[in-house]
């Protein structure tokens, strides 16, 4: 069955970065574009970005251009995602979620991964 | 960015009563409108993809309809475990956007 397992949950410190994961299973990973969702504590969705596994190409919200940086290892079928130059306000819980070609919504979505940035 | 605004932030229904839930898009998203339920603690799971098609496993009794701006869920017959809160996501133009959000509880 289609599996997304993220990276466990990460505590830093202002002005730092985090790298998180996300590990496909169950699927040909290069088949389906991943994505990274932002939940702030309590609050709605905000679209990060997306990557597109089999050529690398690579999308984002004007928001978090300068913030957020996606790579694939397709040997891995791994996805990442570096979070620099963290404040209190990138404190959130941060999902991947594929979607198909041409299909315009995720489908499946993994367990996410909570941020909280604090000295 | 296309706005989605959601209505109502929140509700309570009986077991057995019909739910609707609306979504309001800024500009023409041409049907590319999805439904989702998240549980305490969990991920979204997808309900209701192209406005109104229902995605496999997904019980009956959800149901999405609309069309140009306006589009809305409609859960046919409360059950406890449709307590989660639904938000809609517009996949017309990036960034994606999402609705603010709709609470349901079992009064």
């Known amino acids: 069955q289609v599996k997304l397992l993220q990276s466990g949950a990460a505590l830093v410190k202002p002005g730092d970065s985090v790298k998180m994961s996300c590990k496909a299973s169950g699927y040909t990973f290069t088949d389906y574009i991943i994505h990274w969702v932002k939940q702030s504590h309590g609050k709605s969705l905000e679209w990060i970005g997306y990557?597109?596994?089999?050529?690398?190409?690579?999308n984002y919200n004007e928001k978090f251009k300068s913030k957020a940086t996606l790579t694939v290892d397709k040997s891995s079928s791994t996805a990442y995602m570096e979070f620099s130059r963290l404040t209190s306000e990138d404190s959130a819980i941060y999902y991947c979620?594929?979607?198909?070609?041409?299909?315009?919504?995720?489908?499946?979505w993994g367990q996410g991964v909570m941020v909280t940035v604090s000295s | 960015d296309i706005q989605m605004t959601q209505s109502p932030p929140s509700l309570s229904a009986s077991l057995g009563e019909t739910v609707s839930i609306e979504c309001r898009a800024s500009e023409d998203i041409y049907s590319n409108l999805a439904w989702y339920q998240q549980k305490s603690g969990k991920s979204p799971q997808l309900l209701i993809y192209y406005a109104s098609s229902l995605q496999d496993g997904v019980p009956s009794r959800f149901s999405g309809s609309g069309s140009g701006t306006q589009y809305s869920l409609k859960i046919s017959g409360m059950q406890p475990e449709d307590e989660g809160v639904y938000y809609c996501?517009?996949?017309?133009?990036?960034?994606?956007?999402f609705g603010g959000g709709t609470k349901l509880e079992l009064k």
């Open positions: 990557i597109n596994p089999y050529s690398g190409g690579t």
């Open positions: 979620a594929r979607s198909e070609y041409g299909r315009r919504c995720f489908d499946y």
């Open positions: 996501l517009q996949g017309s133009k990036y960034p994606w956007t």
